[in-house]
């Protein structure tokens, strides 16, 4: 696993978001790698709920915090393959910054709170400012939900 999180090679203005931004000390602070250094079509985060994350199911977590994981790790999965694929270090400018243009979730089942949590994203198409990355959120070996992500690559000013 790459040693620097992707969210941790965005600029300053960039470093705000809820789930993800190093910035915003009341977000979720997901961190989202490389799976491995060898394989850089595969990435990894790892989150835990927290007791106040529970939906309407005791002991199991809000399905809007499974959709705000996924988003994040799936537009920072995005950014990090467009750098890698025009050979350039993460957060070098100009800045390659993704927003979720659709993001499809099926809850498979209820997801554990208190357990970590997997999150898993392969970009299985970058063309032109457009990248289609699959998704998957797994508690130990139980896969709690999947999802397709539609990203956009926002426009350098």
């Known amino acids: 696993m790459s040693k620097k999180a992707f969210q941790d090679s965005y600029s300053a203005e960039f470093s705000h978001c809820y789930g993800c931004g190093r910035d915003n000390p009341h977000g ?21 709920p927290k007791p106040y994350h529970t939906g ?7 399905g809007g915090l499974i959709a705000s994981l ?12 467009a750098y890698e694929t025009q050979g ?3 957060g070098s400018t100009p800045v ?8 499809s979730i099926d809850f498979l089942r209820p997801t554990p709170i208190g357990e970590e949590l997997t999150l898993c994203g392969k970009v299985t198409q970058l ?13 130990g070996n139980m896969l709690c939900a999947t999802g397709t992500m539609t990203a956009v690559r926002l426009k350098s000013e």
């Open 96 to 103: 390659l910054r993704f927003v979720t243009a659709s993001l």
């Open 28 to 48: 979720l602070q997901l961190k989202s790698y490389w799976l491995n250094d060898e394989d850089k079509t595969h990435t990894i985060a790892h989150f835990t």
């Open 127 to 139: 063309k032109d400012r457009k990248a289609t990355i699959t998704l998957s959120l797994s508690a």
């Open 70 to 81: 996924l988003d994040c790790h799936g537009t920072a999965s995005a950014a990090a393959a």
């Open 56 to 62: 309407g199911v005791p002991n199991n977590a809000y």
């Open 88 to 90: 350039r270090k993460m």
